[in-house]
């Protein structure tokens, strides 16, 4: 599967994957070597993707994309292996592990954002689920530090499950010295070393609000309404959709205490919509993965209860309500399988998909600025990663010049409440204020339409059509 996605990966995915390069050749974090930036929202991928990196260098070369087609294999296996223990501990039928692993592995949503943190989301979330069933307090200790290195926000999953299990419940001292041994010494060290705990993307993206207009909680509507994105979206969400409605009904019906781990995860998918809904940021696609991922595997695991019920306790209904869903399930994985496969193989452009260019276009553009602009610095349009990435030049922005991103800081300070104000003031203690940008003697701009002429590429995009990028010296 990695095969047919890795020639289409999105442009946020780049500042990824230079970020782990960087770190890997220049044990330097941020996404340019000119400039250290803490705009990496999950520490643990770009740790993970520079570590293949490095290690992949035996081979010669650098390799980025292939160590990001070694953590996506990883993850899948992963996620199979905790649906596998997942099964067992909670006694569902013996195909859940296989469906469950489909269920991620063919949706559009989580394909489209390969290389950002998605499939480690996944692979988390079910071992979370995993080591909860069986009642293992350090271990779950051990993957909810994973999980908050992860992303910080996958803490509403670590909570709600914790509470919602008795063996962990009654020995939540155990969870917190896990999880401080393996979570607290990244950010300690983020805090006082790059200077904030908390990643600088939670300040882009909140100061970013909305896409004209449309918010977070307008998502799923925003993609339907698309028509390039109608169906890849629909598949996405068919199996969260499904899990929202068994969630309700376990809610509603007499509830098997074995399933509370899987009830709290699918539980923590609708908290979480509902947190990012208030802190009302753009609906970035990878945002609903958490929650399609979580809500889909209640789905999944409560139709694997029900299959055991109704094979140990024979009645029409069960094994009627049971047959039928395992049915509709399989068909939205064939539907969702079906619009990775229509969508060309390999992929030049995800499914869901809203950059300015293709991956293609703006890697032949980095290319040929690199050889234009030398040891000089520009600032990048609006889309920086695959840039970065294919230039391995000082282009900057506030996601790789932690000068342009201060200035932002101090804006999202002003605008906080009083709470907010102190939280983000103790995020940023150890930063140095009044950091200044660094001057670019280059801007690139993206421009609508066809170009041509010294200094031009014309590029093109599904989202956008036929555009064009221009270099232009600053005074």
């Not at 909305?210 to 996405?236: E, I, K, M, Q």
Request: hydrophobic fraction near 50%.
């Amino acid at each position: 599967m990695f095969c047919v996605v890795k020639d289409g990966l999105i442009d946020d995915t780049y500042i990824t994957l230079a970020s782990a390069r960087n770190l890997a050749l220049h044990g330097h974090w941020g996404m340019i070597p000119q400039e250290t930036a803490n705009s990496a929202t999950s520490p643990l991928n770009v740790l993970l993707l520079a570590a293949a990196t490095a290690v992949l260098r035996i081979a010669g070369g650098e390799h980025t994309v292939v160590a990001l087609g070694v953590l996506f294999v990883g993850c899948m296996v992963v996620i199979a292996w905790g649906w596998l223990r997942l099964s067992r501990a909670l006694h569902l039928a013996t195909w859940v592990s296989g469906l469950g692993t489909l269920v991620v592995l063919v949706n559009p949503f989580v394909l489209s954002a390969t290389g950002l943190e998605v499939h480690l989301i996944a692979a988390v979330l079910v071992m979370l689920g995993a080591m909860a069933a069986e009642g293992r307090p350090v271990m779950y200790g051990v993957v909810s530090g994973i999980a908050l290195v992860t992303r910080l926000d996958l803490v509403i999953f670590v909570l709600l499950i914790a509470l919602a299990t008795p063996a962990i419940r009654r020995r939540l001292g155990w969870v917190l010295v896990a999880l401080g041994v393996v979570g607290l010494p990244w950010y300690v060290f983020s805090w006082l070393v790059i200077g904030s705990a908390i990643p600088d993307t939670f300040v882009i993206k909140t100061l970013q609000h909305s896409f004209a207009g449309v918010t977070y909680v307008d998502g799923p509507n925003f993609y339907l309404y698309n028509r390039r994105h109608f169906w890849p979206t629909l598949w996405s969400f068919l199996p969260a959709a499904f899990g929202a409605i068994a969630l309700l009904a376990w809610f509603w019906v007499r509830r098997p205490t074995r399933l509370w781990p899987l009830a709290a995860l699918g539980l923590g998918g609708g908290v979480y919509y509902v947190a990012y809904s208030v802190m009302g940021v753009p609906p970035y696609q990878w945002y609903f993965v958490a929650p399609i991922v979580a809500l889909s595997m209640f789905a999944v695991g409560a139709l694997g209860a029900l299959g055991r019920v109704a094979s140990g306790r024979p009645n029409l209904a069960r094994r009627w309500l049971t047959g039928s869903g395992v049915v509709l399930m399989v068909a939205v994985i064939a539907g969702a399988g079906t619009i990775d496969v229509r969508h060309g193989i390999p992929w030049r452009t995800t499914p869901v998909f809203g950059n300015w260019a293709t991956p293609a276009d703006y890697a032949a553009v980095g290319l040929a600025l690199h050889q234009r602009i030398g040891d000089a610095t520009v600032e990048a349009p609006a889309e920086i990663g695959t840039l970065a990435y294919y230039c391995d030049c000082a282009i900057v922005d506030p996601f790789s010049d932690g000068g342009r991103t201060s200035e932002l800081i101090e804006k999202r300070i002003d605008q906080a409440g009083p709470f907010s104000r102190f939280i983000l003031r103790m995020n940023y203690l150890w930063l140095v204020r009044g950091r200044l940008p660094r001057p670019a003697q280059y801007k690139l701009t993206w421009l609508e339409g066809p170009g041509s002429g010294p200094d031009v590429w014309q590029v093109w995009s599904p989202a956008t059509g036929i555009g064009h990028l221009v270099l232009t010296s600053l005074p």
